[in-house]
């Protein structure tokens, strides 16, 4: 299947600003519908490539909402995916046609998800339940009391309510306390405002403290003798190495032993991750997801061209563009604090120099941007090269934020 269409991904957030699925979208004009085959090949190409014949849902616990027309509610391709995880999202005019209807009624009770877009509530009544699993609901800030109203009934009901567009955190709030279960918007790359502590935990002190020493080419006894001091960041290293197996079969118990194995570069990769998910700031996981998908992805996308060892560092590049919002404090901040290649801070700062570019597609990605296609063609990737990294880089990371 030769793809000339980019993946693009939104999530949802339930209202502890976890992320609970990913709506994954062909890029394409907004005004204009998909095509059958367009949306066929996505159902395809996402079950290939997240759901494995040995491993099964690579994803864990997030469920995916693809957009659906009438003519693909019985494609072989959703037999591949999980029921309970997939959710098909159509027009609930398209309900009229009675064949639409009957193939609809089909999957739910093969439990796939349905979720229906431009449903006019009232009008569905008590029937919705027997139809739809989710439905999406149009925020708006004005009329707050009619909307609570016209949500109370489904609230009492089994159908979920996913909000859109909500593009604030007082839209966000609002939308939790009418019962909305889920929110699609761009709030992932905005801080939540509040008075959460900013800078660095003890945690990350001493984890900034490893960086330095891993960069400087400390001894493997200064470094061992650090990370001793830290139970917690000690456990976190060997789990990490035996469940990445790198004692190829026998269990790493030793600090030393972990260190020498891993090596200084994986290390400083790892202590990257550690950096930000040791994040105490308040700000929503979600930024913490986003932040590994878009290090991971980055480091896909560079491997082939840059080699592993620089892929390595585009990896740190992608976590670090977004630990000043995970920190709270100003990227400049963050740099002053800890030490970084010039490459890096290229990337950083402008998105330029050799990692600058494979940042700026993973970002991309995420934004759904115009830019994705000639970001990728410079890199000469091909639309399916980064549509299989974007799916790697999300299963790879329900493994280590989990």
């Known amino acids: 299947m030769h793809q000339t269409h980019f993946l693009v991904r939104e999530p949802l957030l339930d209202p ?3 992320v609970v699925g990913y709506e994954l ?22 079950a290939a490539h997240v759901n494995d014949a040995d491993r099964g849902w690579l994803l864990r616990d997030k469920t ?69 699993s989710y439905v ?63 800078g660095l935990n003890p945690a990350q002190t001493t984890i900034l403290q490893l960086m330095q020493m891993v960069q400087a080419n400390a001894d493997v006894q200064k470094i061992e003798s650090v990370l001793k001091r830290d139970a917690a960041l000690s456990y976190k290293l060997l789990r990490y190495i035996n469940s990445a197996g790198f004692g190829a079969g026998r269990e790493i118990q030793s600090l030393k032993q972990a260190i020498t194995l891993l090596g200084y570069q994986p290390l400083y990769r790892w202590l990257t991750l550690l950096l930000a998910t040791a994040s105490t700031s308040g700000y929503s996981p ?15 996308l560079g491997q082939a061209t840059l080699g592993r060892a620089d892929a390595e560092n585009v990896f740190v590049a992608g976590m670090f563009s977004l630990l000043d919002r995970l920190l709270g404090i100003p990227m400049t901040d963050v740099l002053d604090t800890i030490p970084l290649s010039a490459e890096i801070v290229a990337a950083l700062l402008e998105r330029s120099g050799r990692f600058g570019p494979y940042l700026a597609l993973a970002e991309a990605c995420e934004l759904n941007s115009s830019l994705v296609s000639s970001l990728a063609a410079s890199l000469q990737l091909t639309p399916e090269d980064v549509n299989k990294a974007h799916l790697s880089a999300l299963a790879w990371t329900q493994n280590v934020t989990s």
Request: aromatic share 4%; charged share 20%; glycine share 6%.
């Open 25 to 46: 979208a062909w890029q394409h004009d907004p005004a204009a519908t998909p095509a059958l085959a367009e949306l066929e090949d996505l159902v395809a190409f996402v």
């Open 286 to 300: 979600v930024l913490l997801e986003t932040a590994v998908v878009r290090g991971r992805l980055a480091e896909l």
């Open 64 to 132: 995916l909402f693809l957009q659906a027309v009438p003519g693909m509610l019985s494609t072989d391709a959703l037999h591949e995916l999980p029921p309970q995880h997939t959710v098909l999202s159509i027009r609930a005019a398209e309900l009229a046609n009675p064949d639409t209807l009957a193939a609809v009624r089909a999957l739910r009770a093969g439990d796939v998800g349905i979720l229906l877009r431009n449903c006019d509530l009232a009008r569905a009544g008590n029937r919705l339940p027997m139809i739809a």
């Open 16 to 18: 502890q600003q976890r």
């Open 136 to 198: 999406e609901v149009r925020f708006t800030g004005a009329d707050v009391a009619d909307q609570a109203r016209a949500y109370a009934a489904l609230k009492q009901s089994s159908v979920r309510m996913v909000g859109r567009p909500v593009s604030t955190w007082e839209d966000f709030d609002a939308c939790a306390a009418l019962g909305i279960d889920a929110f699609v918007g761009k709030l992932h790359l905005t801080p939540r405002p509040g008075p959460e502590a900013k």
